[in-house]
């Protein structure tokens, strides 16, 4: 991983900006100039602003303070960043479709999961990278052999390893400096440090297998539980998430409250007249915060129009979301043909509306409450085809607004500036955070 990282990627960077052992750019055009450099690095500092938290360090500037730059921002940087920042700066797009390439090769090695045919992918694909490699850097001359160095010719076995290893995910440097860390706590002897340290992982090792076999991992944890954040709110029929304060004192507006009744009539096939009217019974509260408590990284997505920002915080509004979309609207006389559809906006507003008794006229049965987001969509352009299947896209402005279930939301996404009225949305999340949609089955369930 740091031979990718701190040596690879820095000595691209080195190339790009003629500070690479003495050496020039040769026969090629290469490097950039100091003007647009600087612009880049200016940009990745302040790109953190509106990059959430979770996704990583603040990432100064790498011009003026690349020391500081550890291999885990590099990282961010080459997969999230460089694919933005360095769009249209060389004088020959050859070297960005190449560093793209090299994106789209190690986002492929870090999947949770890689089938035989993406090994083989990578394999071919590496091969082909490293040979226009020594197309457009080295130039097949002896005086630029400096330009080859091993961290070069170690992409050829990344595949081999992950063919007899399996997903790199499972023992590149990262998770292996964290399981490293956590042995320190072992070593409780200082005449015999490794006895100590070798008695831990064994016990350890033997406690993970209790848990696992008799599925006891909350009461034999050695990790205290999350504490519950005074002031929020959860609901057993929303089990993966959990609403956080601040919540606003007041009742959501008139305007708010139609919006929360066209989601409602939409979720309960009901007229617009008998979802206001329902709506005049319940509790109907807004909040400005709300977690994903599905796995122990759960994102934190917060609303934009509750509670107040500091001045040095990461912005922690714009989402994924997914919606059904017919993909007939435009055709009344055609069949309702549905499309699980991926959109990306900022979070407006989080609603929960508590119906304290039955409404028949609603199916509703029993007390029940609903919570929704209001999300103010992207207007998304055409993706870059160069970029496609990164999950980079970019976007102009804002369009209409939807309001959907909470469990629509999928996770929290970054932004880079592009222009004055441009950005392009970074999203981490992959297919694991994807929904799946089925489609319905012979009853309409």
Request: overall charge negative; hydrophobic content about 40%; glycine content about 6%.
């Amino acid at each position: 991983m740091h031979l990718i990282w701190e040596n690879l990627v820095k000595n691209l960077v080195l190339l790009w900006t003629g500070g690479f052992k003495g050496l020039d750019e040769g026969t090629g055009e290469y490097e950039l100039t100091k003007t647009v450099w600087e612009a880049i690095a200016s940009q990745t500092s302040s790109a953190s602003d509106t990059i959430p938290s979770a996704y990583g360090s603040r990432i100064p500037n790498i011009a003026k303070d690349r020391p500081n730059v550890s291999a885990e921002m590099w990282s961010f940087w080459t997969l999230y960043l460089g694919p933005v920042l360095l769009r249209r700066r060389f004088r020959k797009r050859k070297y960005y479709t190449h560093f793209i390439e090299l994106v789209r090769l190690l986002n492929i090695c870090m999947q949770f999961e890689i089938s035989d045919a993406e090994i083989e992918q990578i394999r071919t694909g590496f091969i082909a990278w490293v040979e226009k490699y020594e197309e457009l850097y080295f130039q097949y001359d002896v005086a630029r052999l400096a330009t080859c160095p091993l961290t070069v010719h170690a992409l050829l076995h990344i595949a081999p390893s992950i063919k007899f290893t399996g997903p790199v995910w499972c023992y590149w440097a990262f998770p292996m400096e964290r399981y490293c860390g956590s042995l320190q706590p072992g070593i409780r002897s200082r005449r015999f440090p490794w006895a100590s340290m070798d008695r831990y992982v064994l016990e350890k090792a033997q406690l993970t297998q209790i848990m696992t076999i008799f599925n006891t991992f909350t009461e034999l944890s050695l990790v205290e539980a999350r504490a519950e954040i005074p002031g929020s709110f959860s609901d057993p029929l929303y089990p993966s998430c959990i609403l956080l304060p601040p919540k606003s004192p007041f009742t959501p507006g008139k305007n708010q409250l139609t919006t929360i009744a066209a989601a409602l009539s939409t979720r309960c096939e009901a007229s617009m007249p008998v979802v206001n009217a329902a709506l005049r019974g319940a509790l109907v509260e807004e909040w400005g915060k709300v977690r994903r408590v599905d796995s122990e990284e759960g994102d934190t997505m917060r609303s934009c129009s509750l509670g107040s920002v500091a001045e040095d915080s990461r912005d922690a509004t714009y989402v994924r979301y997914q919606m059904l979309v017919d993909e007939n609207a435009r055709y009344p006389r055609r069949p309702i043909k549905l499309k699980l559809t991926t959109f990306y906006g900022q979070l407006t507003h989080i609603y929960r509306v508590h119906f304290p008794s039955p409404v028949p006229d609603l199916a509703i049965d029993e007390p029940t409450t609903y919570i929704f987001a209001a999300v103010r969509a992207c207007n998304l352009k055409p993706d870059d085809t160069l970029l496609r299947g990164l999950d980079i896209h970019f976007y102009s402005g804002h369009g209409h607004f939807d309001v959907v279930d909470i469990t629509s939301l999928q996770a929290l996404v970054g932004r880079v500036p592009v222009q004055s009225s441009e950005w392009a949305v970074v999203d981490r999340s992959g297919v694991l955070a994807q929904a799946q949609w089925l489609g319905e089955d012979e009853n309409g369930d």
